[in-house]
C-alpha cells in the first residue's frame, strides 16, 4: 500500500513563507504529485501539480506566488509557498497518482493556518 508522509504545515504571519514536503513510500510508476487545498466549508481544490516528466500544473491563486519541486532520488515533492495570504489557509493534502496498477493516492493532511 502506498503511503505519503507530509511535513511542514503550520502557523504563518500574512506575507510569509512556508515550504510543505511530502515523500512517498514508492518509488516507480508514479505519474504525478502535488498538493490540494480544503478550506472549512470548501471542497478540495488543486494547488498544483507536477509530472514525472517535470511538467507543472499551478491553480490561477497559487501562479507567481508558489513553487512546486520534485525530488525524484527521494520520491519527494516539495511545495514552496511565498507571500501567503489569509485565504491560502486550509489542509493541504498531498496527492499521488500511480500509473500502475493505476491508483489514486492521498496523504493524510498538513494544516496551514495563515494570519491576517
Known amino acids: 500500500q502506498v503511503q505519503l508522509v507530509e511535513s511542514g504545515g503550520g502557523f504563518v504571519q500574512a506575507g510569509g513563507s512556508l515550504r510543505l514536503s511530502c515523500a512517498a513510500s514508492i518509488r516507480f510508476f508514479i505519474d504525478r504529485m502535488g498538493w490540494y487545498r480544503q478550506a472549512p466549508g470548501k471542497q478540495r481544490e488543486l494547488v498544483a501539480t507536477i509530472a514525472s516528466g517535470g511538467s507543472t500544473n499551478y491553480a490561477d491563486s497559487a501562479k507567481g506566488r508558489f513553487t512546486i519541486s520534485r525530488d525524484n532520488a527521494k520520491n519527494t515533492v516539495y511545495l514552496q509557498m511565498n507571500s501567503l495570504k489569509f485565504e491560502d489557509a486550509g489542509v493541504y493534502y498531498c496527492?499521488?497518482?500511480?500509473?500502475?496498477?493505476?491508483?489514486?493516492?492521498w496523504g493524510q493532511g498538513t494544516q496551514v493556518t495563515v494570519s491576517s
Open positions: 496527492y499521488l497518482r500511480r500509473s500502475f496498477p493505476p491508483d489514486d493516492v
